[in-house]
């Protein structure tokens, strides 16, 4: 069965500094792999995904995540973190067997202090 | 285009009355799905839609029935509400399985008193 893990509740880090948001997940098949984002009152936005292809990818607002199949991890990246990315993320997985299920790992909010 | 949309924004309800939360997308995409968001638990799927006039059940489709008459709605009921079903509920929308990448509406949220 599908599940995605985000380890923490909560990430804290100052205003220029680098962030990682981490997620592991287990799929019986090769995964898909999401990251969203939820500001205060709205709905989910897409920022990044991996389906096939180079391990690191580049998603939106300067986000990148790097898939790791050994260690079945999709950490969520940023050189240097701003005020504004604060906010709720969300990792999802969906294997690649023709599912149209779409698993959410229970998020982790960032806070980032200026 | 105004991508996915939900009415109502907000409703508070009293146990056993019912309502239909209504999702429209001006994509014209294939799948459909309703979730259902809880604090510390992330998103849980209640039902979805892989086309017209089909549905499936998610992993919390409970106390919820859908349907989907037409390719860009697909509506939520809740026949006889309970004070469980507080949460909010988000609407999405993506192509197909191909192109997973999910689409979501701004949420309604729901208080069942």
């Known amino acids: 069965a599908q599940s995605v893990a985000q380890p923490e509740d909560q990430v804290n880090v100052a205003e220029g500094n680098p962030l990682t948001v981490k997620c592991t997940y287990s799929?019986?098949?090769?995964?898909?792999l999401f990251w969203y984002v939820q500001y205060p009152n709205r709905g989910l936005q897409f920022l990044l995904k991996?389906?096939?292809?180079?391990?690191l990818v580049k998603g939106s607002y300067g986000f990148e995540a790097e898939f790791n199949k050994s260690q079945t991890s999709f950490h969520l990246k940023k050189p240097s973190a701003l005020v504004s990315d604060s906010a709720l993320y969300f990792c999802?997985?969906?294997?690649?067997?023709?599912?149209?299920?779409?698993?959410f790992g229970a998020g982790t909010r960032l806070f980032v202090k200026a | 285009n105004a991508g996915v949309t939900q009415t109502p924004k907000f409703r508070v309800l009293k146990t056993g009355q019912s309502m239909t939360l209504l999702c429209a997308q001006d994509?014209?995409?294939?799948?459909m799905y309703w979730y259902r968001q809880d604090p510390g638990m992330g998103l849980r799927l209640i039902h979805y839609?892989?086309?017209?006039?089909?549905?499936a059940k998610g992993e919390v489709p409970d106390g919820y029935n859908v349907s989907r008459l037409k390719k860009q709605n697909f509506l939520l009921g809740l026949e006889s509400a309970a004070p469980s079903q507080t949460s909010v509920y988000f609407c999405?929308?993506?192509?197909?399985?191909?192109?997973?990448?999910?689409?979501f509406g701004p949420g309604t949220r729901l208080t069942v008193l």
């Open positions: 999405a929308s993506s192509y197909h399985s191909d192109r997973p990448t999910q689409y």
């Open positions: 799929v019986s098949g090769n995964p898909y």
């Open positions: 991996y389906i096939t292809g180079d391990n």
């Open positions: 999802a997985v969906r294997d690649d067997t023709g599912g149209f299920k779409t698993i």
């Open positions: 994509m014209n995409h294939e799948y």
């Open positions: 839609s892989v086309g017209e006039g089909t549905t």
